[in-house]
């Protein structure tokens, strides 16, 4: 069984450039998570999504989307880069919304805005 | 809001225990969840509680209190490999289902 694949793993844009990352999760998972990583700071909560809907969206600024296609596989966009967005981004997929579920990570995308 | 609280860093001899602790406040709580991520990997899930005591898995075991919003996870024997970031997570429904991860604490294993 595949894993969660993230696309592109290293990405660098400029300040001002917007930048669209994609998820695909594990065969039958309707469930994807995105995570902003940066050192000391953990893992921000940025979207969560089940069968297309929107659950929930964490403490970003209006330039950060994202959406879930029928098949499962989601996108995150940024629009107008700052140097502040580098970043590894973080999928994570589980089958469904149950508490107990555990959450399976992609290897992130590597974003540098110069 | 929802705020977690783990120490950033942890040193421990190879052979030994280790607790690493955790404590939460959430608006809604639906478990307690640990993971681990070594450098330039992917976090991978170690344990789940969601309710009171103690839960094992081999060389790892973890614990939730839910009245004291608060848990650890504890690893013995501890391998150079435990080298890793761990992080504890909380399932939350403010607005929407979400997990939460803390900061993060960082382990370093010596031998």
């Known amino acids: 069984k595949a894993g969660v694949t993230q696309t592109p793993r290293y990405l660098i844009k400029t300040r001002g450039q917007q930048v669209t990352l994609s998820c695909s999760p594990i065969?039958?998972?309707?469930?994807v998570s995105w995570y902003q990583q940066t050192p000391g700071q953990g893992l921000q909560f940025l979207f969560e999504?089940?069968?297309?809907?929107?659950?929930n969206k964490g403490n970003f600024p209006g330039r950060f989307s994202g959406r879930q296609f029928s098949n499962s596989r989601s996108e995150m966009n940024v629009s107008t880069l700052e140097l502040g967005d580098s970043a590894l981004y973080l999928c994570?997929?589980?089958?469904?919304?149950?508490?107990?579920?555990?959450?399976?990570f992609g290897q992130g995308t590597r974003l540098t805005v110069v | 809001g929802q705020s977690l609280e783990q120490p950033s860093e942890v040193t421990a001899v190879e052979g030994a225990i280790v607790q690493i602790n955790c404590t939460y406040q959430?608006?809604?709580?639906?478990?307690l969840s640990w993971y681990q991520q070594h450098d330039g990997g992917a976090p991978t899930f170690l344990s789940y509680?969601?309710?009171?005591g103690l839960e094992e898995t081999g060389r790892f075991s973890s614990f939730l209190s839910r009245s004291d919003s608060y848990g650890y996870l504890l690893l013995q024997e501890l391998q150079m490999k435990d080298s890793a970031s761990y992080f504890c997570?909380?399932?939350?429904?403010?607005?929407?289902?979400?997990?939460?991860f803390g900061a993060g604490t960082r382990l370093f294993v010596k031998a």
């Open positions: 509680n969601a309710l009171d």
């Open positions: 959430t608006s809604g709580f639906y478990g």
């Open positions: 065969s039958g998972h309707r469930s």
């Open positions: 999504y089940f069968s297309e809907t929107q659950r």
């Open positions: 994570a997929s589980s089958p469904g919304q149950q508490p107990n579920t555990e959450a399976f």
């Open positions: 997570a909380v399932r939350d429904q403010d607005g929407g289902f979400k997990t939460i």
